[in-house]
C-alpha cells in the first residue's frame, strides 16, 4: 500500500506597505519567495501585500501600488513583513497595533524591512531587543526608544523579532 505523502502548506507571509515604502525592497523580498518557490518546483510560500486600510499605497518613487486586503482582515499569517522608508509617513499606530493583534501576529514572525523597525518600536514590539534600521534613522531610533538595542548591522535576527536596513541588504537578509 502506498503511503500519502504528507503535503506541508506553504508559509504565507504578509507585506504591509506604509506610506512611502521602497518598492525595490517589496520586489527584492517577493521576488525572492517567488524564485524559491520556482527552484523547489513546489509552493513554499505565497505572500499577500497589505496596507492598513486595503487602499493602494504611494511608494517612495511616487507609484501606487495595490494591495490584496487591508491588514485587520488578512488571512492567518505565518509572518508579517512591515515595510517603511519614511518614519515621518502619517501612519495610525493604533490601527497597525490591531491589525497585528487581530492575527495573532505579536508572537509570531514580525520583519521590519528598511524603517519597518520603528513602526515595530511604536508598536511595542521590540522592547529590550536588538533590532537595526536604515542608517539615516538610526539616531532618531535610538533617542525615541531608549530600551531598543540599535544596531548598525544590514540585518538582525531576534528570534520571532527580525530587522533589515533595507535597499541592497533586503537581497542578503532574505537569502
Known amino acids: 500500500m502506498v503511503q500519502p505523502m504528507h503535503v506541508?502548506?506553504?508559509?504565507?507571509?504578509?507585506?504591509?506597505?506604509?506610506p512611502q515604502s521602497s518598492m525595490a525592497d517589496?520586489?527584492?523580498?517577493?521576488?525572492?519567495?517567488?524564485?524559491?518557490?520556482?527552484?523547489?518546483e513546489k509552493?513554499?510560500?505565497e505572500f499577500l501585500p497589505l496596507s492598513l486600510d486595503g487602499q493602494p499605497v504611494r511608494l517612495s518613487n511616487g507609484l501606487r501600488q495595490p494591495v490584496d486586503l487591508p491588514l485587520g482582515y488578512a488571512p492567518k499569517l505565518d509572518g508579517l513583513f512591515i515595510l517603511s522608508d519614511d518614519i515621518g509617513a502619517e501612519v495610525s499606530v493604533e490601527e497597525l497595533s490591531r491589525g497585528i493583534l487581530s492575527n495573532h501576529l505579536d508572537s509570531q514572525l514580525i520583519v521590519g524591512l528598511g524603517c519597518g523597525s520603528y513602526?515595530?518600536?511604536r508598536a511595542g514590539l521590540l522592547g529590550g531587543q536588538r533590532t537595526t534600521i536604515h542608517w539615516r534613522e538610526m539616531a532618531r531610533l535610538s533617542e525615541e526608544f531608549p530600551d531598543i538595542i540599535v544596531s548598525a548591522n544590514l540585518y538582525e535576527n531576534q528570534g520571532n523579532r527580525m530587522s533589515c536596513a533595507g535597499g541592497a541588504a533586503t537581497l542578503d537578509f532574505m537569502l
Open 26 to 40: 517589496f520586489a527584492i523580498a517577493t521576488e525572492i519567495l517567488t524564485r524559491a518557490n520556482q527552484l523547489a
Open 119 to 121: 513602526w515595530m518600536a
Open 8 to 18: 506541508a502548506k506553504p508559509l504565507r507571509y504578509g507585506f504591509l506597505l506604509l
Open 43 to 45: 509552493k513554499l510560500y
